[in-house]
Nanobody, 115 residues
Framework: QVQLVESGGGLVQAGGSLRLSCAAS????????IGWYRQAPGNQRELVAKSSTSGRTNYADSVKGRFTISRDSAKNMMYLQMNSLTPDDTAVYYC?????????WGQGTQVTVSA
């Protein structure tokens, strides 16, 4: 059974930083593409960052230069380092693993950035 569990969300002031973590079980993330998505109230879920197994990364324009996606395959963990946060970054953040056959999602972690 595949399970993804996010942690590291919380309340932070604008300009601050947070590091989100996602612990995977039942799937080896080193073999698949990974990603972080977010959904703000009233909005659709959107891609924040993704990383292929070759290390190629893609970021939403709104987070380029501020956020960094990474993985530790030995620990079966993925991370999202978020710097210079703004209130527009407030959302529920979800980790994602794409195994080609299907995608798996975590339950989400709330990030709130105060002005």
């Amino acid at each position: 059974q595949v399970q993804l569990v996010e942690s590291g969300g919380g309340l932070v002031q604008a300009g601050g930083s947070l590091r989100l973590s996602c612990a995977a079980s039942g799937v080896f993330i080193g073999a698949y593409g990974i990603g972080w998505y977010r959904q703000a109230p009233g909005n659709q879920r959107e891609l924040v960052a993704k990383s292929s197994t070759s290390g190629r990364t893609n970021y939403a324009d709104s987070v380029k230069g501020r956020f960094t996606i990474s993985r530790d395959s030995a620990k079966n963990m993925m991370y999202l380092q978020m710097n210079s946060l703004t209130p527009d970054d407030t959302a529920v953040y979800y980790c994602n693993v794409d195994t080609f056959a299907r995608e798996y999602w975590g339950q989400g972690t709330q990030v709130t950035v105060s002005a």
